[in-house]
């Protein structure tokens, strides 16, 4: 059992910067996230991508505002759990909250922050048969530890950039013994120098670079042994592999936060605009996935209410203490 002050369900920029308004206040957050890494949308839609509205960054690229946030709430040391989704929310007889993930792990805290953003990002899955049944046993849908990976057969599959990232990464870093990318297309969606990194990588025999071709099925007696690979020209063929990695993307959903029995309207979380709490007192909505009337999806309304909703929470923790606002001026930021 994780026990902390607040549970974040969703490490994107919002959950990210409730961390630092919550280190402030002395109270310790543990961030739960059904992605690998942290970031949200930022992270895994468009991490290349400059923001412009940013107070204080004239131009910020998505991928190094999530560094900066990583490294504001640094001193806070908070928990990640990540990787797991978050699928359920029971209230114990103490006045605290059970979260549960989809892997078992369960974290205890009075408050609960929801910010799902928009909702768990669910991997885009191939139409192989058989696949269910060789999930976690070879088959992966996102790299969590490259580690897993030393010196083992690889064959990563997509055309995107996380396809191509990965398969890069895998080589270069020396960590698969062997890596081959499949791709459906003859030309790929991602950035030009990763798609040019490919080939060269292709030319000199150190990726086996299988384009116009699908992965058709599954074999092995237990875990992934081997693949039928489908080759537009060519036909059928086997190959021998430790690892079957699909990189099709992810898609979000409202995912379990839809069923936690919280008021939902427009497909998000309706929250009180005082404290952002929601209809279940201890659990707010922070970010992308709550709707109020003028509610706008921008990372700077999600970092105000984070910020108010933290102050909300820190007086049911601790009624019987005033909290008095100081900038960070007077205190310094001193983590835990
Ligand atoms: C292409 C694009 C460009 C954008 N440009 C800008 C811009 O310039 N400026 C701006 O302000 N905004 C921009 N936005 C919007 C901005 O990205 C969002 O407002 C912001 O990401 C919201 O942050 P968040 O932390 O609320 O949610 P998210 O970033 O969506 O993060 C939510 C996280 O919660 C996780 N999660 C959800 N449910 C669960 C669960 N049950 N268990 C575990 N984890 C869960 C998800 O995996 C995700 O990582 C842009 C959006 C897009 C798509």
């Known amino acids: ?17 409730t961390v630092f308004e919550a280190g402030l206040l002395k109270l310790k957050c543990n961030l739960i996230d059904s992605l690998a890494q942290p970031g949200g949308q930022c992270s895994e839609i468009y991490p290349k991508k400059p923001i412009y509205d940013i107070p204080g960054f004239p131009s910020i ?12 709430i640094a001193p806070f040391k908070p928990g990640f759990t990540l990787g797991e989704a978050a699928i359920s929310i029971d209230k114990t ?9 989809i892997k078992g792990t369960k974290h205890e805290a009075p408050i609960v922050m929801i910010a799902g953003g928009l909702g768990v ?41 996380s396809a191509l990232d990965w398969a890069i990464y895998l080589t270069e870093k020396n960590i698969a013994s062997e890596v081959s ?9 991602g950035h030009l120098d990763s798609v040019q990194k490919v080939i060269d990588l292709s030319e000199t025999g150190k990726i086996n670079l299988i384009t116009e071709a699908e992965v058709k099925e599954i074999h092995g007696d237990g875990k992934v ?38 008021e939902i309207e427009k497909n998000a979380i309706k929250v009180d605009t005082t404290d952002y709490s929601t209809n279940i007192p201890g659990i707010y909505a922070i970010g992308d996935i709550n709707t109020y009337e ?43």
């Open 93 to 101: 007889e103490n006045d605290t909250f059970i979260v549960t993930t």
């Open 225 to 262: 042994e081997s693949l039928t690979i489908k080759h537009k020209r060519d036909g059928d063929f086997n190959k021998e592999t430790d690892h079957f990695i699909p990189l099709f993307g992810l898609k979000p959903s409202l995912g379990p936060s839809g069923d936690w029995d919280l």
């Open 121 to 161: 990002f669910e991997p885009r899955k191939p139409p192989i048969e058989n696949l269910e049944a060789y999930e976690d046993k070879g088959v992966e849908y996102m790299i969590k530890d490259p580690e897993m990976y030393r010196n083992k057969r690889v064959v990563v599959a997509g055309g995107g950039d």
């Open 294 to 336: 003028n509610k706008l999806k921008l990372i700077l309304c999600g970092f105000h209410e984070g910020t108010l909703a933290v102050q909300s929470a820190f007086a049911r923790i601790h009624p019987e203490k005033k909290n008095v606002l100081k900038y960070t001026t007077v205190n310094g930021v001193s983590g835990f």
């Open 61 to 72: 690229l998505a991928g190094d505002l999530i560094d900066n946030l990583m490294e504001q």
């Open 1 to 17: 059992m994780i026990k902390t002050d607040i549970i974040i369900i969703g490490a994107g920029p919002v959950g990210l910067f």
């Open 181 to 189: 990318l499949v791709h459906r297309g003859a030309s790929f969606r």
